[in-house]
């Protein structure tokens, strides 16, 4: 079952500017993961966020969790045209899993 | 880095027909691999979970007869979408987990199905 919530569904900023993604969940995690999707394509793993760690850098990237809020965000900075993608976070199908389910995605728009 | 790759990327096909995706893990070893389906502008649904030697655990919904799953070897999962209809139409994607790092999924390409 689909577990994490992306907000928002769809984003349109101007390259240069800072793109903020939230993710919301349901039950307890013991990690939580953000994707990247561009159109017709597979998904890159971009990071993995264990419960007891509250924020990851990655580059430009930068993932926060509140496991009290059961809630991820996931930001880039300075973005660029290439960012423009889908973007999932993916949380563990059950308790000890590993699978991930996904959420619907933010559609991330990036205007040169 | 890690590799998996998807053949066929597309296919085409006359509703009726059965069509094989294959998924390989090109430079690991996976002993699970796991097979999602993604509509347009929708999530990955996950549709099996397939573990070298054994048969798939599907999830609830997913008719197993209809989507005959195969993980032969170490690097390659086969899934057959059988007596394909035009509902069957999706972006089918498998992922990889490496036998040392089970936490973690390479994805592959995806394969879009049509079914005419």
């Known amino acids: 079952s689909q577990q994490g919530e992306e907000d928002p569904q769809a984003l349109s900023i101007q390259e240069g500017e800072n793109a903020t993604m939230n993710c919301s969940y349901k039950?307890?995690?013991?990690?939580l993961q953000w994707y990247r999707q561009n159109s017709g394509r597979g998904l890159v793993h971009l990071i993995l966020?264990?419960?007891?760690?509250r924020e990851k850098h990655s580059g430009r990237l930068r993932v926060t969790l509140d496991t009290s809020k059961k809630s991820s965000s996931l930001l880039i900075t300075a973005s660029r045209a290439a960012d423009t993608a889908s973007y999932f976070c993916?949380?563990?199908?059950?308790?000890?899993?590993?699978?991930?389910?996904f959420g619907r995605g933010t559609s991330l728009i990036v205007h040169p | 880095g890690a590799v998996v790759s998807q053949h066929p990327s597309w296919v085409i096909c006359k509703s009726g027909t059965s069509v094989k995706i294959e998924c390989r893990s090109l430079?690991?070893?996976?002993?699970?691999m796991f097979w999602y389906r993604q509509f347009p502008k929708q999530s990955l649904m996950l549709m099996a979970t397939?573990?070298?030697?054994?048969?798939?655990?599907?999830e609830q919904g997913v008719e197993k007869d209809k989507f005959l799953i195969n993980h032969a070897s170490l690097t390659l999962s086969t899934l057959t979408v059988t007596s394909a209809h035009p509902e069957d139409s999706s972006f089918y994607i498998c992922?990889?987990?490496?036998?040392?790092?089970?936490?973690?999924?390479?994805f592959g390409p995806g394969t879009r199905l049509l079914v005419l």
């Open positions: 993916a949380t563990p199908a059950s308790g000890g899993s590993y699978i991930p389910t």
């Open positions: 992922s990889a987990s490496p036998t040392t790092d089970q936490e973690t999924q390479y």
């Open positions: 397939s573990n070298e030697g054994s048969k798939a655990t599907y």
């Open positions: 039950t307890s995690i013991n990690n």
């Open positions: 430079d690991f070893q996976a002993t699970t």
């Open positions: 966020i264990r419960s007891n760690e």
